[in-house]
Structures are given as structure tokens and as C-alpha cells.
């Protein structure tokens, strides 16, 4: 990687601005749900303390406004905090001004200090110079281990670089190092195999994709929008008519360039959507061939066969980018097919592909088919993963101070 990492700074008796992402679930006492994005910051944190530096720790919850909202005040991460890192975590009540400066004067080698909510403050999502400024006071170096946010040119991640040197944590290096590394020189075969529920939030990840695959799946919903631009029935399927063009000019595309484009070739239908209430009742499903999808039946999920030439696609890749299930995975009558896929991708990457999820609901659709162990990288990044795999400069990582 050509950033700058913790592993190339001294950080013995400093104190150190490290930028994480902790927006994290609660439910309605406020306990955390998911920890994942805590844990996984972990490594870079212990690294720091273990190196004997102080740690002045800064992120964002929700979305509040000035107003101040407590449900996303980042006092609720102390305690869970503190169990992980095995020592106590002291809080400041702002993320800059005198109650900042004062608790972050005294920290000692060893010392942990989460400051609020940075979007307490409009200047941290405006990269307000001033305020960056003042977060990067506070320290003497800072660390960059947000990649959920790196996609944003925010105070905090892509500001505080002017004012302080600013290097990568080891889970922003990993991400670096696994999605840009990838597409960068992709081992081919290289598969991407793009789902999801619509084509208009995916059209930057698959045109990209255009230029730097062998081979692209596509399933899920959009693959409707596909069909019914080539003129096939898509009976009651979701479909964006305003994208046919848009998808014509992608198949196109893709033919010029050589790269294949692996669509349904059959598929589970439904009389109903399974979310209602008559679907325990009245619903039906059966499969049939993409060409056969009738009005009144909703096509939810792959059919076996388009599972098998996926499956087919995936053998001997070498590379594979997955963004997007390929059904209603919410529903187990609807799951089928993104689990054939998952355990297509598990057999590739046991066979020495490096296989990448991420980005949108894909990784809630890796963990219910019990294969996420088999992937080579998890992105932690939603929307982040989603403009990487766009090849849009991520302003977060640009900011990062070169090797
Ligand atoms: P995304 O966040 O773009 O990855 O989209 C995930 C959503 O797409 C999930 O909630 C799926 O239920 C939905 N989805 C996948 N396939 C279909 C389909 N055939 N019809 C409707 N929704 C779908």
C-alpha cells in the first residue's frame, strides 16, 4: 500500500486522533446490538496502547442535528468500549472546545478518551477548516480507521489531514489493500456478481466492473430491468422501465468489450410478495423459465438452473467481487439462490480465488447463509464499499499521507 500506516510512525508517549466508525445499532434501552464495527477497530487500538500511546478516539452516531439528540450522544459506547479494550474509557462531553481540550490535556500513555458525537457539529460534515482544525489540536498525530466514511469529505477524516500527519489503522489498510489492490490488478478469471434490489443504485459499480471484469453475474431484482429491456415477460417482477436504455447501453457495453454477462435463466416466482399476511395462506411459488414469467407472479428469487450456470461462472475464478443478493434472501422460501451463490464463491475462494462482499444489504445476506468465514475480505463500508468498487477517488483515503 502506498498510505502511510501505524506501523510506520513512532507513537511512543503521544497522543494519538484516531478517527473510527462506532455507528452502531442500539435498541430501545440503548444497548449496542451489533459490536462488529467496534471490535474490528480493535487491533489498531491495542497496536497504539501497546506502543504507549494515548488515544483520543472520535466518530459519529446517526444522523443528529445541534439540537443535540441524546439517543445519539456517544456516551452510550463507554462501557462496551471500556469491556473491549480491558481498561477504563473516559468521555468529554464535545468533540472540540474547553471540555475536549481540558480532558485531552491530561491524558497518559495507556489513557482512552472518546469525545461526542462529532456531527453534533454542522462543521464536521461541511469540513469546516476551523473545526478540523481544532479536532487536530488535540493531538499530536492522527489515525484513520474509518473506512465506513472514507467515501466523505468530512472535518474529521478528510480536514484534519491539513492540520496533523495522518496515517491508516489496520482496518482501513485492509480494505485499501483488498478492494483497490483488486481492482487495481485483479488474478483473472475475475467475476463480479452484482445483485441487489435496483439497477439505479448499482450503475456506477457495474460500469466499472464493465471495464475491469472477465465475467459479470447479475441477479436479484435488477436483473428484471435487464430482461425486460431484452424484451422478455417480467410478469409482476421489480423493474425500473426508466432504465431500459440505461441497461441496453450496459449489455452493449459488455459485448464490445468482450466481458460476459451471466443473467437468469430461470426463476422462483411468486402469486405474492411474502412480507403478506395471505402469503402463509394463499401464497404459491413455482419456477419457470425467464421467458415464461406471467402477469399476477413476481419473480423473488434464481431458479436452479440459473444457480448452476452461476455456479459455472464462478469456477476456477480467481478473483470475485460480490455486491447484492440474488433474491429475497429475507424470506427462506426466497433464499435459495443467494445461498447457491455463496457457496459457489466459499468452493472458488477454498480453491485460491480472493473473494470480496460488500456494500448495500450484502453482508446481512452472507451472514444468513453461515459462509462468511469463507470469504477472503468482509468490507465493513456500505455505501463507502460501494464507491470503491466504483473507482471514485474516496476523499478519507486520499487525505492519508503517502509512503
Ligand atoms: P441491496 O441493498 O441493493 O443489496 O438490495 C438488497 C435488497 O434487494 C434485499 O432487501 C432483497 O430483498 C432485495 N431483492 C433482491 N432480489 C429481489 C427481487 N427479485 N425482487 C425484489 N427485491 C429483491
Not at 167 to 196: C, D, H, Q, S, W
Given at each position: 500500500?502506498d ?17 473510527v ?27 497504539l ?16 442535528t ?19 479494550l ?20 491530561d ?42 466514511v ?37 488474478k ?32 436479484g ?46 426463476l ?40 448452476e ?8 475464478a ?86
Amino acid at each position: 500500500m502506498d498510505k502511510k500506516t501505524i506501523k510506520d510512525i513512532d507513537v511512543k508517549g503521544k497522543k494519538v486522533f484516531v478517527r473510527v466508525d462506532y455507528n452502531v445499532p442500539f435498541d430501545a434501552e440503548m444497548k449496542i446490538t451489533d459490536d462488529t464495527r467496534m471490535v474490528r477497530t480493535l487491533p489498531t487500538l491495542n497496536y497504539l496502547l501497546d506502543h504507549g500511546a494515548a488515544l483520543i478516539l472520535a466518530c459519529h452516531i446517526g444522523r443528529p442535528t445541534e439540537a443535540r439528540e441524546p439517543q445519539f450522544s456517544t456516551k452510550h459506547l463507554v462501557k462496551h468500549l471500556s469491556e473491549l479494550l480491558k481498561r477504563p474509557v473516559q468521555w468529554a462531553e464535545d468533540c472540540v472546545g474547553p471540555k475536549a481540550e481540558e480532558k485531552a490535556k491530561d491524558l497518559k500513555p495507556g489513557d482512552v478518551l472518546l469525545l461526542e458525537n462529532l456531527r453534533y457539529h454542522k462543521a464536521e460534515k461541511k469540513n469546516d477548516d476551523a473545526f478540523a482544525a481544532q479536532l487536530a489540536s488535540l493531538a499530536d498525530v492522527a489515525v484513520d480507521d474509518a473506512f465506513g466514511v472514507s467515501h466523505r469529505a468530512h472535518a474529521s477524516n478528510a480536514g484534519v489531514p491539513k492540520h496533523l500527519e495522518t496515517v491508516a489503522g489496520f482496518l482501513m489498510e485492509k480494505e485499501i489493500n483488498y478492494i483497490g489492490k483488486t481492482l487495481e490488478a485483479p488474478k483473472r478469471p475475475f467475476v463480479a456478481i452484482i445483485g441487489g434490489a435496483k439497477v439505479s443504485d448499482k450503475i456506477g459499480v457495474i460500469s466499472n466492473m464493465i471495464d475491469k471484469a472477465d465475467k459479470i453475474i447479475i441477479g436479484g431484482g435488477m436483473a428484471h430491468t435487464f430482461d425486460a429491456a431484452k424484451g422478455l415477460p417480467i410478469g409482476d417482477s421489480l423493474c425500473e422501465p426508466d432504465k431500459y436504455d440505461l441497461a441496453r447501453d450496459l449489455l452493449k457495453k459488455a459485448e464490445e468489450k468482450g466481458v460476459e454477462i451471466i443473467l437468469p435463466l430461470d426463476l422462483k416466482v411468486s402469486n405474492m410478495f411474502p412480507a403478506d399476511e395471505k402469503y402463509a395462506t394463499e401464497g404459491k411459488t413455482k419456477i419457470v423459465d425467464v421467458d415464461k414469467v406471467e402477469d399476477g407472479w413476481d419473480a423473488l428469487d434464481s431458479g436452479p438452473k440459473t444457480s448452476e450456470a452461476y455456479s459455472k461462472a464462478l469456477d476456477g475464478a480467481k478473483t470475485i467481487i460480490w455486491n447484492g443478493p440474488m433474491g429475497v434472501f429475507e424470506y427462506k422460501d426466497f433464499a435459495d439462490g443467494t445461498l447457491a451463490v455463496a457457496k459457489a464463491v466459499a468452493k472458488a475462494t477454498d480453491e485460491g480465488a480472493i473473494s470480496i462482499v460488500g456494500g448495500g444489504d450484502s453482508i446481512s445476506a452472507l451472514n444468513k447463509t453461515g459462509l462468511t468465514d469463507k470469504i477472503s475480505h468482509v468490507s465493513t463500508g456500505g455505501g463507502a464499499t460501494l464507491e470503491f468498487l466504483e473507482g471514485k477517488e474516496m476523499p478519507g483515503i486520499a487525505a492519508i499521507a503517502d509512503k
